[in-house]
């Protein structure tokens, strides 16, 4: 069946630093791409999204790549701070109610 | 904008009881909501998806007489476990979806139900 893979499972970084977490999906025809920060407790967040027709969006420190021919995609955010410390999950989907893969999820621990 | 509430936050039951958790998209209207189940340190589990005024189809796995998902209108949905067990206990989390052709899925807090 469809899966999602994500890596690594745990990053540590000091704060101002970057952190990368990467995702690779099995289904040709996904076509979006949303990423969910989930702090302690509590549910998952949407952060950003991007779909198939665009390679590269970018919200303020965080910003997002895709690579369809490869099948990955990317979560880059630049100049982390202690707040930005949670479990993010990547994921996709395709239009006409299909259901949504999750990766496992990355911990990210920013130091401060 | 975009904001699903979840009722109760967190839910204490003795084993044998049934408990209802609510599910609301609060500013749009929710042809699809999500249920899911979260282990520590864990992924999301997909126990079911649910359309407004349809069944619920349920995952391979998860006992649909267990729990009972309810989308009734537009803006919310229940999960009730019944006969609850240690063994449920866990951390349920709902989501929402706009229309047919909408992709973005949004997440409600969760409930934590602890069975005793």
């Known amino acids: 069946g469809e899966n999602v893979e994500q890596h690594p499972s745990t990053l540590s970084v000091q704060e101002g630093d970057s952190a990368v977490i990467k995702c690779t999906y099995s289904d040709s025809a996904s076509n979006y791409f949303p990423w969910y920060k989930q702090e302690l407790g509590k549910g998952p967040q949407l952060i950003i999204d991007?779909?198939?027709?665009?390679g590269e969006k970018k919200d303020q420190r965080i910003a997002v790549t895709l690579n369809k021919t490869a099948k990955h995609f990317s979560l880059h955010i630049t100049e982390t701070q202690p707040e930005d410390s949670a479990v993010y999950f990547c994921?996709?989907?395709?239009?006409?109610?299909?259901?949504?893969?999750f990766g496992a999820g990355t911990r990210l621990f920013v130091k401060a | 904008g975009a904001v699903v509430s979840q009722h109760p936050s967190r839910v204490i039951c003795k084993s044998g009881t049934s408990v209802k958790i609510e599910c609301r998209s609060l500013d749009f209207q929710a042809t699809t909501m999500f249920w899911y189940r979260q282990f520590p340190k864990q992924s999301l589990m997909l126990m079911a998806t649910?359309?407004?005024?349809?069944?619920?189809?349920?995952e391979q796995g998860v006992e649909k007489d267990k729990f009972l998902i309810n989308h009734a209108s537009l803006t919310l949905s229940t999960l009730t476990v019944t006969s609850a067990h240690p063994e449920d206990s866990s951390f349920y989390i709902c989501?929402?979806?706009?229309?047919?052709?909408?992709?973005?899925?949004?997440f409600g807090p969760g409930t934590r139900l602890t069975v005793t």
């Open positions: 994921a996709a989907s395709r239009t006409g109610g299909f259901k949504t893969i």
């Open positions: 649910s359309n407004e005024g349809s069944k619920a189809t349920y």
């Open positions: 991007i779909r198939s027709n665009v």
């Open positions: 989501s929402a979806r706009g229309g047919q052709g909408e992709s973005e899925q949004y």
